[in-house]
């Protein structure tokens, strides 16, 4: 972006310096964002982990008799709400989780929420520990914490317009890109980062332009309201719209009339003879108890790649359906596909896994960008004893960034297994010690020499991660040997999974320790040194 | 003059243009993309396929933007192209009888 004396750069060197700046004001959010999305991938998963007190079930109940059982279960402990729903219990979430609307005079003014998880066969409200589980993580890839929920939200969008942009403009400098997809120049320093930045890129990039433009998409009515703004000035009007993005039905004014709900179960048998027996998602009931009573029956995630509403809506009393949405606007379905897109839960495992294996190379991506900022810099350093400040901080923020955020994700599921059972607030501490875990990994970054903080940060990662298992095993009664003996795939695939990552932190410590860094030749050097920038920059493209 | 303050008149000399870019591709380049969420509401489609259409185009449109800013040659150019961009788009949301309700 530097203006040349003689004449303007051209469109690779500039484009090269908007990935490079927009790389790095974005990046470490970026790289957390993409790895708290990663995992999210598993979060279901990652939530049953950390409720080790919900035993794990190989039977299935029969999804229309659950419905039956939670609603009177509902009509007890929620009596008086206007709003019940419910999440069925699937593949890969074997409990019920509900929530309803207080009634009023309870709450904020009709709008406070309860929840709770009930086990599908009992009927009972199940007793797990106090958990954010799995939720934290996803939560946090859009919204962050600590700040406003719209904030963090406006906060993420900006990251990924930029990411959007880094994605453009690296294509752009990047010429020879499918050439030098097959160049791979291992142990050559700078050169090995370029290539490994290059190769997560091209690899991935067809999935990285499509995260991120369906990331936007899946919070555009919150970055671009002003169409809907423009189109709608009354909440009746806007209903048009919302009944194209959502399945979720309001309550209308009760009528005052005592009448009881029809079965709920004939409601969802009809649901599942449209979309297989276990692919009911969510049932919603409005108003139970009184005439004007309504009930949803929301289609499942599996077996269509599309968010769009489907569902059945139901007379509550007399149990007649009164609508059938199958389907939507074709812009509506565009949006609805690629928000299907972002969340992959249309897969079964094999593609829940490719999704987590590209996303991960998607944040290694983020991560070989931000330190090869650094790798190039390094080089050019006037005394590379004394970097500058400039150069300090981001290779600080990059440690604590990168290596501490391992730290901070596994010291989480340490304070998941380790925080009082009893704790008042426990979920809000749960979250607290993953910051203080971070907070600390920067700290350490701040003292310790670079390349040590790295060495000691991938190390910390490996052993926290590596003994979680452990934890496991002495603090609850799910052992790895029982789950495996149990066939229990979802613990013990979590926790042989966290060796796995735990012996990726142990090959990155050990790579970074031997790693030698190439001597500065010191007329080669003193000659580059003397270059302006750009023209080492140019020169080193121009291979 | 002394020659420090020479140089940091140079540099912020320098770095006006750079600065302008900056603010054309975040703030001018939203405000082109909001322009053009409104105008999608001229397309000849039911209304909510309109607004969903605007939304879900707005983003590649402020990429596009963002892009055409750091590529040209000038920081006027930068400029002179987002307005050029934004007349059909105006006319286009003017047609709609909205433009008041645009940012």
Same mark, same amino acid.
């Given at each position: 972006m530097t203006q040349g004396a003689s004449k303007a750069p051209g469109i690779r060197q500039t484009m090269s310096d908007l990935h490079t700046w927009s790389g790095l004001l974005c990046g470490w959010l970026l790289y957390a964002m993409f790895l708290t999305g990663t995992v999210s991938y598993f979060k279901d998963e990652i939530s049953q982990w950390m409720r080790p007190e919900l035993q794990h079930r190989a039977d299935r109940p029969d999804p229309a008799e659950v419905a039956q059982r939670i609603a009177g279960e509902l009509g007890r402990v929620a009596a008086g709400s206007p709003q019940w729903s419910m999440r069925l219990p699937d593949e890969r979430h074997a409990t019920v989780s509900s929530f309803w609307r207080l009634p009023r005079g309870e709450g904020r003014g009709g709008r406070g929420f309860a929840d709770a998880t009930f086990d599908p066969v009992t009927g009972q409200k199940?007793?797990?520990?106090?958990?954010?589980?799995?939720?934290?993580?996803?939560?946090?890839?859009?919204?962050?914490?600590?700040?406003?929920?719209?904030?963090?939200?406006? @906060?993420?969008? /900006?990251c990924a317009m930029f990411m959007l942009v880094a994605i453009v403009s690296g294509v752009i400098t990047h010429k020879k890109i499918f050439t030098d997809f097959f160049t791979f120049r291992w142990g050559k320093g700078q050169r090995s980062w370029l290539d490994a930045h290059n190769a997560l890129s091209v690899f991935g990039l067809p999935f990285h332009l499509m995260i991120t433009y369906t990331g936007l998409v899946t919070l555009m009515a919150l970055y671009m309201p002003w169409g809907e703004q423009a189109a709608y000035k009354t909440?009746?009007?806007?209903?048009?719209?919302?009944?194209?993005?959502?399945?979720?039905?309001?309550?209308?004014?009760?009528?005052?009339?005592? $009448?009881?709900?029809?079965?709920?179960?004939?409601?969802?048998?009809?649901?599942?003879?449209?979309?297989?027996?276990?692919?009911?998602?969510?049932?919603?009931?409005?108003?139970?108890?009184?005439?004007?009573?309504?009930?949803?029956?929301?289609?499942?995630?599996?077996?269509?790649?599309?968010?769009?509403?489907?569902?059945?809506?139901?007379?509550?009393?007399?149990?007649?359906? @009164?609508?059938?949405?199958?389907? $939507?606007?074709?812009?509506?379905?565009?949006?609805?596909?690629?928000?299907?897109?972002?969340?992959?839960? /249309?897969?079964?495992?094999?593609?829940?896994?490719?999704?987590?294996?590209?996303?991960?190379?998607?944040?290694?991506?983020?991560?070989?960008? *931000?330190?090869?900022?650094?790798?190039?810099?390094?080089?050019?350093?006037?005394?590379?004893?004394?970097?500058?400040?400039?150069?300090?901080?981001?290779?600080?923020?990059?440690?604590?960034?990168?290596?501490?955020?391992?730290?901070?994700?596994?010291?989480?599921?340490?304070?998941?297994?380790?925080?009082?059972?009893?704790?008042?607030?426990?979920?809000?501490?749960?979250?607290?010690?993953?910051?203080?875990?971070?907070? @600390?990994?920067?700290?350490?970054?701040?003292?310790?020499?670079?390349?040590?903080?790295?060495?000691?940060?991938?190390?910390?990662?490996?052993?926290?991660?590596? *003994?979680?298992?452990?934890?496991?095993?002495?603090?609850?009664?799910?052992?790895?040997?029982?789950?495996?003996?149990?066939?229990?795939?979802?613990?013990?695939?979590?926790? @042989?999974? *966290?060796? *796995?990552?735990?012996?990726?932190?142990?090959?990155?410590?050990?790579?970074?320790s031997r790693h030698q860094p190439p001597r500065r030749k010191v007329s080669q050097a003193g000659a580059r040194a003397a270059l302006p920038a750009g023209v080492a920059l140019a020169e080193e493209r121009a291979r | 003059m002394t020659y420090a303050m020479k140089h940091m008149w140079g540099a912020a000399w320098r770095a006006g243009p750079l600065i302008?870019?900056?603010?054309?591709?975040?703030?001018?380049?939203?405000?082109?993309?909001?322009?053009?969420?409104?105008?999608?509401?001229?397309l000849p489609m039911a209304r909510p396929q309109a607004v969903l259409t605007g939304m879900l185009a707005s983003f590649a449109v402020y990429t596009g933007a963002v892009i055409w800013v750091f590529a040209v040659r000038s920081a006027w150019r930068a400029w002179g192209g987002l307005l050029v961009a934004a007349v059909p788009l105006l006319l286009a949301a003017w047609s709609v009888g909205s433009v008041g309700a645009a940012p």
């Open positions: 199940v007793a797990a520990r106090e958990t954010v589980g799995g939720e934290f993580f996803y939560r946090f890839h859009f919204q962050f914490h600590y700040m406003p929920v719209l904030w963090g939200r406006w @906060l993420a969008g /900006f909440p009746a009007q806007r209903q048009e719209l919302t009944a194209e993005l959502s399945a979720f039905i309001q309550p209308a004014k009760a009528t005052g009339q005592a $009448v009881p709900l029809a079965p709920i179960d004939a409601m969802v048998r009809q649901g599942q003879a449209r979309w297989g027996q276990y692919n009911v998602g969510r049932v919603t009931i409005t108003n139970p108890g009184d005439a004007s009573a309504r009930v949803s029956v929301t289609r499942g995630d599996a077996a269509r790649a599309s968010m769009s509403p489907q569902y059945l809506l139901f007379d509550g009393t007399s149990g007649e359906l @009164l609508q059938a949405k199958d389907s $939507v606007g074709p812009a509506a379905e565009t949006r609805g596909v690629m928000y299907a897109l972002h969340l992959g839960r /249309f897969g079964d495992l094999p593609m829940r896994w490719l999704y987590f294996i590209v996303s991960l190379a998607g944040t290694a991506m983020v991560g070989t960008g *931000l330190v090869m900022w650094t790798v190039k810099r390094r080089q050019k350093l006037g005394d590379p004893a004394r970097p500058h400040f400039g150069f300090r901080l981001v290779e600080k923020l990059n440690i604590a960034s990168i290596a501490g955020l391992s730290v901070a994700m596994a010291g989480f599921l340490w304070g998941n297994r380790l925080l009082p059972l009893e704790m008042a607030g426990r979920t809000a501490w749960e979250v607290h010690v993953f910051f203080a875990f971070w907070a @600390l990994a920067l700290l350490h970054a701040l003292l310790r020499p670079a390349r040590r903080a790295w060495v000691e940060q991938f190390w910390a990662a490996a052993a926290l991660l590596a *003994l979680l298992p452990l934890a496991s095993a002495f603090f609850t009664d799910r052992p790895l040997w029982r789950s495996l003996a149990e066939g229990d795939w979802v613990f013990a695939g979590f926790e @042989l999974m *966290l060796w *796995l990552l735990a012996g990726l932190h142990v090959w990155l410590a050990v790579r970074t | 302008s870019r900056i603010v054309a591709a975040i703030g001018g380049g939203y405000l082109l993309a909001a322009l053009a969420s409104v105008a999608a509401l001229a």
